[in-house]
Nanobody, 123 residues
Framework: QVQLVESGGGLVQAGGSLRLSCAAS????????MGWFRQAPGKEREFVGA????????YYADSVKDRFTIARDDAKNTVDLQMDNLKPEDTAVYSC????????????????WGQGTKVTVSS
């Protein structure tokens, strides 16, 4: 099966940038969608963005559109989340996930999850 490991989280000032990486290993042939989610303290997990494994088409939540970018790096076998113009409300644990479903968006559609990496944005 696929194993996912996130990295790159940390503390950053508002307006700054971070690049999160999701490294995939194991059997990846069944993956159809790679997604990023986040969960802030006391809040529900929410969709951030996703990329189609076959077409590289990306889609984002309105809250992060034009600020976050998902990029595949096939040489490193990673799916990265570039986060620019960070805001305090972006503070959360960010997780990547793999889905066997085309066009997956909801957490219930994702089959394998990483452990998450914490992002804290100070004001």
């Amino acid at each position: 099966q696929v194993q996912l490991v996130e990295s790159g989280g940390g503390l950053v000032q508002a307006g700054g940038s971070l690049r999160l990486s999701c490294a995939a290993s194991g059997r990846t042939a069944s993956t159809r969608t790679m997604g990023w989610f986040r969960q802030a303290p006391g809040k529900e997990r929410e969709f951030v963005g996703a990329v189609s494994w076959s077409t590289s088409r990306t889609y984002y939540a309105d809250s992060v559109k034009d600020r976050f970018t998902i990029a595949r790096d096939d040489a490193k076998n990673t799916v990265d989340l570039q986060m620019d113009n960070l805001k305090p409300e972006d503070t959360a644990v960010y997780s990547c996930a793999a889905s066997y479903t085309y066009g997956a968006r909801g957490p219930y559609q994702f089959d394998i999850w990483g452990q998450g990496t914490k992002v804290t944005v100070s004001s």
